[in-house]
């Protein structure tokens, strides 16, 4: 049957999808997937410099496969109040729909002394406060308030999306496998991917009505500015890649497969869920 053919499941092309962090990492790596797919993208990032090179990076996916995409620059820092509302505003005025938005932006801050058992309690003591209540701050105002603000702002374009069936009216919120993990002591961040996945739940719940699908994807190991290649670079978890079923990080195609997934068709009747691309590692 042709209704069961990839290109009719999975068919996303002419949407209008809204990605924050889109000036690197795997934000970056969802706008050339949305492209290659003739999807117009509008690319959020605090840093116009990094939206620049996405959009330099999806005119040559764009010229490549001939895509039809319309690519859009949105200098806005989802983290701040004002900024955020800002944001806001400029997408429900400028943009006729929002059919997908997907919530990567995201901050990492570590405590900048760690601990390793069998040494002493002094430095114990001294790794467990390493970490500044501003650092707390930062990371929720990025990666839980902001999301969340984005999102209810939105909610009448993706509620009209909703309403046209075949996936539309999707929201992907960026999670970790480190909210249910305890491997490594980051506390600012575990507790905000902790909220992320609540967070997911609640808003999926409370938009159901309108069956705006609200769904969670948990990354493993892939490349990103926050997670750089090098398993020697003391700011990457890359070292961690040898405890991962898979024993590599994920390629770009896992990831824009699973967004597409979770946007199109084919995932339509997924919601309030996570999805945890991660090699195997929780295993």
Known sequence: MASFSIQEIYEIAGRQAIVTGGGSGIGQIICQGFVANNVDVAVVDKFQDRIDETIRLCLQVKEEVG???????????IGDE?????????????????????????????????FTPGESLEKLHRAANSISWKDFRDTFDVNVFGMYFLTAGLVSKLGEAAAKGEGRGCVICFSSPCSVHNNQFVPTYQLSKVSIDHMVRIMAAEFADKYIRVNAISPGLYASRMTP??????????????LVPARRAGTPEEMVSAVIFLCSKGGAYMDGRNLRMDGGRLL
């Open 82 to 114: 004002d900024s955020n509302t800002e944001l806001v505003k400029k997408i429900n005025i400028s943009y006729d729909c929002v059919d997908i938005l997907i919530n990567c932006a995201g901050i990492r801050r570590q405590n900048r002394e760690t």
């Open 229 to 242: 290649m090098a398993p020697n670079d003391p700011s990457s978890n890359m070292k961690y890649v040898h």
């Open 67 to 77: 895509s039809t995409s319309v690519i859009t620059s949105l200098c806005y820092d």
